[in-house]
């Protein structure tokens, strides 16, 4: 019988505070792409097909999603330039990677962790901003998309407190016009289906030598 996989996941559970997650060897110099919560990594594949991103890596937190995604890859000759890792975002992004090697962060449809009691495990908060600037490569990028208007004004609130470290390619509280990045989630074709609309918003790193004092945090 198939194991069944989690659709949602609580990331502050204690069984995922300590995942024993080790950091990424990278080589220097290719652009690396990541996109956090990858699922099914339908995203990366079809950004491997595009031939436009030579490494493409999925942090996931459903150990079994990460077997799938690992297996497909190498079923179709593309591993190890797209792989899954499994992780826990809030807890263990910092370790991950080493400062200034990620070319750009994607975030498709983020669980909205509606109820008031939940929204402490929204994944866009400040800490992951700041550990995102120190992450990125001078003037990377972070793509985030929903369908849910709240997460939307809420992710693009956190990332307009950041304007001394990000900056709105669309211009200060705007949102992109469409998907500039030709791939798609399963969660996206699904809205584009039903006619849902969908709030996209692209950061771009600036260039400041560290970030400022008063948002300094511990990765």
């Known amino acids: 019988m198939p194991r069944r996989i989690r659709h949602h996941v609580n990331p502050l559970k204690s069984d995922f505070l300590s995942t024993g997650a080790?950091?990424?060897?990278?080589?220097?110099?290719?652009?690396?792409?990541?996109?956090?919560?990858?699922?099914?990594?339908?995203?990366?594949?079809?950004r491997a097909a595009a031939d436009?991103?030579?490494?493409?890596?999925?942090?996931?937190?459903?150990?079994?999603?990460v077997?799938?995604?690992?297996?497909?890859?190498?079923?179709?000759?593309?591993?190890?330039?797209v792989?899954?890792?499994?992780?826990?975002?809030?807890?263990?992004?910092?370790?991950l990677f080493a400062g200034g090697e990620v070319t750009r962060f994607v975030l498709n449809f983020p669980e909205p962790w509606f109820k008031r009691r939940q929204k402490k495990r929204r994944l866009v908060t400040p800490e992951l901003v700041d550990i995102l600037w120190q992450k990125l490569a001078p003037r990377g990028e972070v793509f985030f998309q929903?369908?849910?208007w709240d997460l939307a004004l809420d992710a693009m609130a956190v990332f307009e407190a950041a304007d001394d470290t990000f900056e709105?390619?669309?211009?200060?509280?705007?949102?992109?016009?469409g998907n500039p990045f030709g791939a798609r989630s399963q969660r996206e074709d699904r809205c584009i289906e039903r006619?849902?609309?969908i709030w996209r918003i692209l950061y771009q790193k600036k260039?400041?030598?560290?970030?400022?004092a008063r948002t300094l945090r511990a990765p």
Do not use: H, M
């Open 146 to 148: 929903t369908d849910v």
């Open 22 to 46: 080790e950091p990424i060897l990278l080589p220097a110099g290719p652009p690396v792409e990541v996109e956090l919560g990858c699922a099914d990594a339908r995203w990366l594949f079809e």
């Open 83 to 95: 792989r899954a890792v499994y992780a826990n975002i809030s807890q263990d992004l910092g370790r």
């Open 52 to 65: 436009c991103v030579p490494l493409l890596i999925g942090v996931e937190i459903r150990r079994e999603l």
């Open 67 to 81: 077997r799938k995604v690992n297996a497909r890859a190498t079923a179709s000759s593309l591993a190890p330039r």
């Open 195 to 197: 006619g849902r609309p």
């Open 207 to 212: 260039a400041i030598t560290a970030l400022p």
């Open 168 to 177: 709105n390619a669309a211009g200060a509280w705007s949102f992109l016009r």
